[in-house]
């Protein structure tokens, strides 16, 4: 009986401390800000960014994709 309960209060305790998702646009749109923010998007590369994370649905926002550098050599 114990530990049905304690493996109750422990699933409980792992479903109410998952993170919450965006519920409204604005949130969401907060939310997508942040991110270009984060990863320092500007200008065209800002606004692909926010289209295609207020398209997503509430799962984890897309990475952004790296810039590359033509001056750096090949790893050997």
Known sequence: M???VFALSLFAAFVFS???RAV???EKMET???GA???KLTGKE???????CMAAGDGPAPKAKKKKSGD???AQ
């Open 18 to 20: 998952a993170p919450a």
């Open 46 to 52: 800002e606004k692909a960014f926010m289209r295609k």
């Open 2 to 4: 114990f530990l049905r």
């Open 37 to 39: 923010q984060d990863q």
């Open 24 to 26: 409204t646009a604005k």
């Open 72 to 74: 750096a050599a090949p």
């Open 32 to 34: 997508c800000k942040f």
